[in-house]
C-alpha cells in the first residue's frame, strides 16, 4: 500500500453530493468518526488522511480501495489518485476561500459566541485579564501577523480617512514583497492566497460586535512575506525570517506565523526563530495542512508549534501531526471574517464566513499568548531574567493545563498535550524558572526537521 504521503481526490459538484459521499465513505470506516473528506479547492475533496489510514488497514493495494469507495460512491468522475504536486496546485488555487457554507452549524449572531471561542475558554480568559491586578492595557501587548498583508476591515473596528488605526500598525510593518505598506491587495485577485492575513487576524484581533476574537485591542504590526501560505517558493521563507528580526527590533512579545514549508527550511528563517527565542518573543506556528509531516518553522523545537482540533474535541483530520505539535486548538468551522470580490475589483465585506485549517489553531493560540502576556504584565520579566525562559514558561501552562479528552489517551499522541484552554494558561500561576528547561537544538540546525 502507498503511504500517508499519496492523495486521493474527488469532485462533489454541489452539498447534497457531498453529503451523500460522506455517508457512502463514512459507511466503509471503522475506526474513524469525523469527516471522511477534507475540502481541497472548487469543487475537489481530497480523502482526509484518518479515513485513509484506517481503510488502508483492510486493503492490500490502492486499486482494491479506489475500487470500494467508488463502488460506494457511483460518481463519474470516480475518485483517483493524485499526486502531492497536483494537491499543492490545487491547495494554490483555492485562494484561502470557504469550504461549502452549509458546512457550518449557523454563523453567529450579535450575540452569540462562536463555537470555538466558547469551547476554549476564550471570554473566561478576557475576564481574567481584566480583573487581574498585575495587567497590562491590551494595547501594550505587541503582536506580530507575517502574512499576507492586512486590510481595512470593519472587524478591527473604525479606521481613520487615512487609512490609520489606533492597533492595527500598518504604519510599523512592512511589505517584503513589493515595498510599501503590508496592504494585501485583494482586489486584483492574485493567484495565491488573497485575504488570507485578514481571515486570520479576524480571529486574532476582531473587534467589533460581530465579530469579537481572542485578542481585542493588542497592537498588530502587519508583515507581508508571501502570497501564498506555503512558502518554501520565491524566497518567502526568507522574507518570513526578514519580518521576524524586524518584530524582535520592534519589541513584539508574540509572532503568529499561520504559514508552513513543507519541504526543506532555510536557515535564514531557522536563525530569526533562534534570535526570537533567545530574546523571549514566543512564536506561535502552524502544525501545517494535508501533508503529514509538520512543516517549518512549526517543526522547530523552539516554537510553539499549533495542532487542529474540532468541536468534537476530536484531533482535525486535516492537520500535519508528529511529535513537534505542542498543543491544538480549534481548526475547523472557525467563523472569520473575509472579502467577496464582486466584480470589476470591486470587494464587499463578509462576516458569516467559515473556514479551516492550522492557520486558525495558530490563530488561536497566538491571541492566549498575547493574553497571558497582559495578565501578568511586568511580573513576566521580573520572574524570567532569560528570555527562553518566557517562551518555555507559556509552553509549560499551554500544555501542561490542556484539556485532555478520552481520545488524547488512546491515540493522540501526535496532537501534543491535548486542546487548549485559555482560562488555565492565563490564570494558573507562573511556573518557577528552575522547573523550565531550555530548548538547546537551535532552529538554524534544523534544517531536515
Not at 73 to 94: C, F, K
Not at 356 to 370: E, F, K, M, Q, R
Amino acid at each position: 500500500m502507498p503511504g500517508q504521503d499519496h492523495f486521493y481526490v474527488v469532485e462533489l459538484k454541489d452539498e447534497a453530493t457531498y453529503r451523500k459521499a460522506e455517508a457512502a465513505i463514512g459507511g466503509l470506516l471503522k475506526t474513524v468518526d469525523g469527516k471522511a473528506l477534507d475540502w481541497l479547492s472548487g469543487t475537489t475533496y481530497v480523502l482526509a488522511k484518518a479515513a485513509q489510514a484506517d481503510l488502508q488497514t483492510r486493503f492490500r493495494t490502492t486499486g482494491a480501495m479506489l475500487n470500494e469507495i467508488n463502488l460506494a460512491l457511483r460518481l463519474s468522475p470516480p475518485m483517483t489518485h493524485a499526486s502531492p504536486e497536483r494537491v499543492g496546485d490545487l491547495l494554490a488555487q483555492r485562494s484561502g476561500g470557504s469550504a461549502p457554507a452549509s458546512r457550518a452549524v449557523g454563523a453567529p449572531t450579535e450575540t452569540d459566541t462562536p463555537w470555538h471561542i466558547h469551547d476554549i475558554r476564550i471570554r473566561e480568559a478576557q475576564a481574567a485579564v481584566d480583573a487581574s491586578a498585575d495587567k497590562v492595557p491590551m494595547e501594550q501587548i505587541r503582536l506580530a501577523h507575517p502574512d499576507t498583508g492586512y486590510s481595512q476591515h470593519s472587524v478591527f473596528g473604525d479606521w481613520g480617512a487615512d487609512g490609520s488605526h489606533p492597533t492595527i500598525r500598518g504604519d510599523l510593518g512592512k511589505d517584503f514583497v513589493d515595498g510599501g505598506k503590508p496592504l494585501d491587495p485583494i482586489a486584483t485577485d492574485y493567484a495565491g492566497f488573497p485575504g488570507h492575513g485578514t481571515r486570520i487576524l479576524s480571529v486574532i484581533a476582531g473587534n467589533n460586535e460581530r465579530l469579537l476574537g481572542v485578542a481585542p485591542g493588542v497592537t498588530v504590526l502587519p508583515y507581508r512575506v508571501t502570497k501564498t501560505v506555503v512558502i518554501h517558493v520565491l524566497g518567502n521563507d526568507a522574507r518570513l525570517g526578514e519580518a521576524i528580526e524586524d518584530a524582535i527590533k520592534q519589541g513584539c512579545h508574540v509572532v503568529n506565523i499561520s504559514l508552513g514549508d513543507p519541504c526543506q527550511a532555510k536557515r535564514r528563517l531557522g536563525r530569526a526563530v533562534d534570535r526570537a527565542y533567545e530574546a523571549g518573543v514566543i512564536i506561535v506556528a502552524a502544525a501545517g495542512n494535508v501533508v503529514d509531516r509538520v512543516t517549518a518553522p512549526g517543526r522547530y523545537d523552539r516554537t510553539i508549534t499549533a495542532g487542529g482540533s474540532t468541536r468534537a474535541k476530536r484531533p482535525w483530520a486535516g492537520a500535519s501531526r508528529g511529535p513537534a505539535v505542542d498543543v491544538c486548538a480549534p481548526a475547523d468551522e472557525i467563523f472569520r471574517a473575509d472579502w467577496e470580490l464582486i466584480g470589476h475589483g470591486q470587494l464587499r465585506e463578509t462576516y458569516d464566513d467559515i473556514g479551516d485549517g492550522t492557520s486558525y489553531a495558530t490563530a488561536h493560540i497566538s491571541g492566549i499568548a498575547c493574553l497571558w502576556r497582559a495578565h501578568w504584565g511586568a511580573r513576566i520579566e521580573a520572574t524570567y531574567r532569560e528570555g527562553w525562559q518566557r517562551v518555555e514558561a507559556f509552553r509549560h501552562l499551554a500544555t501542561a493545563t490542556a484539556t485532555k479528552p478520552p481520545y488524547w489517551a488512546g491515540g493522540g499522541r501526535d496532537y501534543g498535550a491535548g486542546i487548549i484552554d485559555a482560562l488555565k494558561v492565563v490564570t494558573s500561576p507562573l511556573p518557577k524558572p528552575a522547573i523550565l528547561k531550555k530548548r538547546e537544538r537551535r532552529a538554524a540546525d534544523q534544517i531536515f526537521g
